[in-house]
C-alpha cells in the first residue's frame, strides 16, 4: 500500500500557519516540515492537516 502523493502545485503555494515560511515535504514520513516553527504537519490521506494542534514538534535534530 503506497502512500497518497501531495500535489506539488498544493505544496507550490502551502506554507506553514505559524511562521507563513515555506514548508519541505518529507514523503517517507509523511509530514510537511516548517523548520522555521520547529513543527511537522501530518499528511493524511494525499491531504495536509494545516492546523498548529495537530502538528508534532521536531527534535532538537530536526526530525
Do not use: H, N, W
Amino acid at each position: 500500500m503506497s502512500t497518497p502523493k501531495v500535489d506539488p502545485k498544493l505544496l507550490e503555494i502551502l506554507v506553514c500557519p505559524l511562521t507563513k515560511g515555506p514548508l519541505r515535504y518529507d514523503a517517507a514520513a509523511g509530514e510537511l516540515i516548517s523548520e522555521q516553527a520547529g513543527l511537522a504537519f501530518p499528511v493524511r490521506d494525499g491531504i495536509p492537516i494545516m492546523l498548529v494542534d495537530e502538528a508534532r514538534q521536531l527534535d532538537d535534530d530536526g526530525k
